[in-house]
Structures are given as structure tokens and as C-alpha cells.
């Protein structure tokens, strides 16, 4: 007997659609917050993919993993080794040492360089664990469908 994958409640879908914009919102708190107290990319990210897991729930797997564009996720994993990559060397380009941030010509530029960092971060964590999410509870056993 197999499970249905989706909930079949409007209380829950309905849920889902209103606080998935607030949770998102925090998502975003909790990432740029990281500089100046608990919270960061990793944090984000997390929250962030607790969106498309509620979706999940709520809509199904199926449904819900033929919305995520591949090319998009691909994108957003490869984010945060990107941007770290070009925010550690931008220290270089204007005549200081590696993710050296003080050469840069931005106000405050440490904290401007870890946000950055911090979001490329929360964006591979978030679209990491929501592929893993989709890919496991599409098929928990591992195997062609």
C-alpha cells in the first residue's frame, strides 16, 4: 500500500501559501545576521529549505520537485564556492592579500564582504538540502522509478 504524497487539507495548503513568505523573510534575518550575532548562511539556508519541504508536504513531492528548476538549483549550489572564490580574491585586485577586505573601496567593506559570503552560502545550503530532501522522499529505497 503506498502513501499519497501530498496532504489532501486546505487548512494545510492554505497554511503553507500565507507563512511561506514570513518564513522566507526570516530566512533572510537569520542570514544577514550572522555578522553581528547567532545566525548566518549555513542558518538561512536551512530555513530557507524548510520552505520547500512544507511545500512538499502540503503539494506533494512530485509536484514540488518538477517546480524546481534544475539549472536554477545547479546554479545556487555552485553559488557559495563562487562567490566565496571572488570575494576572498577582490582583496588581490586592489593591491591587497587574499580576503584581505579593508583594500576594498566600500564603506564598511568586511561586512559587506561576509554578506556576501553568507548569502552565497545560504543559497548552496538551502538548494543542497532541498535537492536531497526531494531526492529521498521522492524514493527512499535509492532506485529507478
Do not use: C, N
Not at 66 to 77: E, G, H, K, N
Request: aromatic residues 10%; neutral net charge.
Amino acid at each position: 500500500m503506498s502513501r499519497p504524497s501530498r496532504v489532501e487539507s486546505t487548512v494545510v495548503t492554505t497554511t503553507v501559501r500565507l507563512l511561506s513568505p514570513f518564513v522566507l523573510t526570516f530566512a533572510l534575518f537569520t542570514l544577514f545576521h550572522g555578522t553581528s550575532s547567532v545566525g548566518g548562511g549555513f542558518q538561512g539556508g536551512v530555513v530557507a529549505a524548510a520552505v520547500v519541504v512544507s511545500f512538499a508536504f502540503a503539494f506533494g513531492v512530485q509536484e514540488t520537485a518538477a517546480w524546481l528548476s534544475p539549472r536554477t538549483l545547479l546554479a545556487l549550489v555552485a553559488a557559495g564556492p563562487l562567490v566565496f572564490g571572488v570575494v576572498s580574491m577582490a582583496g588581490l585586485v586592489f593591491g591587497g592579500a587574499f580576503m584581505q577586505f579593508d583594500v576594498l573601496p566600500i564603506p564598511k567593506p568586511s561586512v559587506y564582504a561576509t554578506e556576501a559570503i553568507e548569502l552565497g552560502i545560504g543559497a548552496t545550503v538551502g538548494a543542497v538540502v532541498s535537492v536531497l530532501f526531494v531526492r529521498l522522499a521522492a524514493d527512499p529505497a535509492g532506485g529507478e522509478r
